[in-house]
């Protein structure tokens, strides 16, 4: 690795790390090393406990007598030693992995035309087409692949979170949903992992605004009844009113508006699973009378009431809001 | 210049495939629902290319059922679902119950509306 590799990881390290990491360690990390790896190398907080050779705040001062970690004079500030997050998580080809997310990301997003119209509506969809990548560029997206967990042989790696608050909506769009879906994907399996990845979405600034809609993703499934109580119940960080059967196009459909308002036909669901219904209504997903594809929209649209409810209440199965 | 898909070779048609997958992906993630169901049109058409081709050429998507990508899993599923049905609903199953979001939704709403008591498919 060249000298200017290991800046920029280390840089990378710093940034993705919270200095107080070791807060977040679960009683069983040590789980999660690789064989023959010493615990104290990379967890040094937790082979402590007892140690008569610990350095202590001298006497004469109100932390007099003190364990502390730094040298003399008492310096409390936790900054641990030797914390290497590479022999748990095989920290540099995560970083190499976002090496090359930048510069895909830079490559692909170059051919992208028009801005957007401001910060409000982040959840909203683009309406407005831009130019198809051109398959003869050759680049390849930034995809996310698919982990281990699911028999591929690929890492399930963090997505990138820039320091800066990306300028268009669609930019951050992306950072939110890849944010809140590799959350929900390993939070329950990599502990420490999400937990540290989870610290550097709550130290990106910008990113404060969404920290509510990214965390209310991973939400269990509930019954209807607790997704239409909530409705009545004051607005609520990171959730919001779902239709069952969908607002516009059922009024475009000349149904009731008494069906399409009523109470019966709501539900307060996740932000980003809204988001997310909606999206599956609008993409081509589903086979068509004439063998194309459409979307669920397009095939509801000569439905009855009835019928799109059925549907609603799928999507909602489907997206994992409801049980 | 973009070659039509009928003067491609099976490896560059193949090829194509996974791209615009991994495209729809993207597009997906950045809420680009019009590109998007535009990639899904050019998905369509390799597809249907190879179903022209002699034999029946969409059996080697079956290989893409591990492709690294959902997307492309998803519409290998759904792109052998005429040749080899039990093959193709295993993998759509597969995908339903990954959790793997949005492309977990589209398998779980996609084999609702082909078991369902609504319009069956006709591809």
């Known amino acids: 690795m060249s000298a200017r590799d290991a800046l920029w990881r280390d840089r990378h390290r710093v940034r993705w790390l919270r200095p107080d990491a070791s807060r977040w360690i679960k009683p069983d990390a040590t789980a999660f090393l690789r064989p023959g790896v010493a615990v104290a190398s990379v967890f040094p907080t937790m082979e402590a406990k007892y140690n008569s050779n610990q350095p202590r705040v001298p006497a004469g001062s109100s932390e007099g007598g003190q364990w502390t970690i730094g040298g003399e004079g008492g310096d409390i500030a936790f900054d641990p030693p030797g914390f290497d997050l590479s022999t748990l998580l095989d920290f540099d080809k995560v970083i190499e992995g976002l090496s090359d997310l930048s510069s895909d990301l830079s490559s692909i997003f170059d051919f992208l035309a028009g801005e957007d119209s401001g910060d409000s509506g982040d959840f909203t969809f683009v309406a407005g087409d831009e130019p198809d990548v051109s398959v003869s560029d050759n680049a390849a997206p930034p995809v996310q692949l698919i982990s281990d967990a699911n028999g591929s042989g690929n890492e399930d790696k963090p997505p990138n979170i820039p320091e800066d608050k990306p300028e268009r909506r669609k930019d951050r769009m992306q950072v939110v949903k890849d944010a809140a879906n590799w959350l929900a994907r390993n939070a329950g399996r990599m502990t420490i992992a999400a937990d540290i990845f989870q610290g550097a979405v709550n130290q990106a600034e910008w990113l404060k605004g969404y920290t509510d809609a990214i965390r209310t993703y991973r939400d269990e499934p509930k019954n209807l009844e607790d997704l239409q109580r909530r409705v009545e119940l004051p607005s609520d960080a990171g959730y919001q009113n779902h239709h069952i059967v969908e607002k516009s196009s059922a009024r475009a459909s000349n149904i009731s508006r008494d069906l399409i308002d009523s109470p019966d036909n709501l539900a307060r669901i996740p932000t980003l699973k809204h988001y997310e219904i909606t999206s599956l209504y609008m993409r081509k997903s589903i086979p068509g009378p004439d063998g194309a594809e459409i979307s669920l929209r397009q095939y509801l649209q000569d439905k009855d009431f009835e019928t799109r409810r059925l549907f609603g209440l799928e999507t909602m199965r489907k997206v994992g809001v409801l049980k | ?123």
């Open chain 2, 1 to 123: 210049m973009i070659t039509p898909v009928s003067q491609m070779s099976l490896e560059g048609l193949i090829e194509l495939y996974c791209q615009l997958g991994a495209q729809q992906d993207l597009a997906e993630r950045r809420g680009e629902i019009a590109k998007f169901n535009r990639l899904v049109d050019r998905v369509t058409e390799i597809e249907n290319e190879l179903g022209r081709r002699p034999g029946d050429q969409r059996t080697v998507l079956l290989k893409l059922y591990g492709h690294a990508v959902m997307q492309v899993r998803l519409n290998a599923a759904k792109g052998t679902m005429k040749v080899a049905p039990a093959e193709a609903r295993k993998q759509l199953e597969l995908i339903a119950e990954s959790k793997w979001y949005p492309q977990a939704a589209d398998a779980g709403m996609y084999l609702y509306v082909i078991d369902g008591k609504f319009d069956k498919p006709r591809r």
